[in-house]
Nanobody, 124 residues
Framework: QVQLVESGGGLVQAGGSLRLSCAASGRTFSSFSMGWFRQAPGKEREFVAVISRETVNTYYADSVKGRFTISRDNAKNTVFLQMNSLKPEDTAVYYC?????????????????WGQGTQVTVSS
């Protein structure tokens, strides 16, 4: 399966920005839909954003819509999450995920591969 490695997390003040990256192995990256999920302590993993294969569609959770932007560079086998206007409630471990399946891309269950996660902490 495809291997994923996230980077770019860190500590930022409320209102600040971070850009997360997810580097993928393999030669069929463009065939994968790529999602970002996050998990805060004591909470379930929740959907953040997804970009479909061939960048046909993007979809965002209501909580981040207008603040976060997902993009991909297929030549570099990388997906990005630009996070602006960060809030303390955005604090979580952020994971990228990949799937070749067609379906409800906000559902974590359809993803085949997951990265190890990168910590994002937003201070008040």
């Amino acid at each position: 399966q495809v291997q994923l490695v996230e980077s770019g997390g860190g500590l930022v003040q409320a209102g600040g920005s971070l850009r997360l990256s997810c580097a993928a192995s393999g030669r069929t990256f463009s065939s994968f839909s790529m999602g970002w999920f996050r998990q805060a302590p004591g909470k379930e993993r929740e959907f953040v954003a997804v970009i479909s294969r061939e960048t046909v569609n993007t979809y965002y959770a209501d909580s981040v819509k207008g603040r976060f932007t997902i993009s991909r560079d297929n030549a570099k086998n990388t997906v990005f999450l630009q996070m602006n206007s960060l809030k303390p409630e955005d604090t979580a471990v952020y994971y990228c995920a990949a799937t070749m399946r067609v379906g409800i891309l906000a559902a974590a269950r359809i993803y085949d591969a997951w990265g190890q996660g990168t910590q994002v902490t937003v201070s008040s």
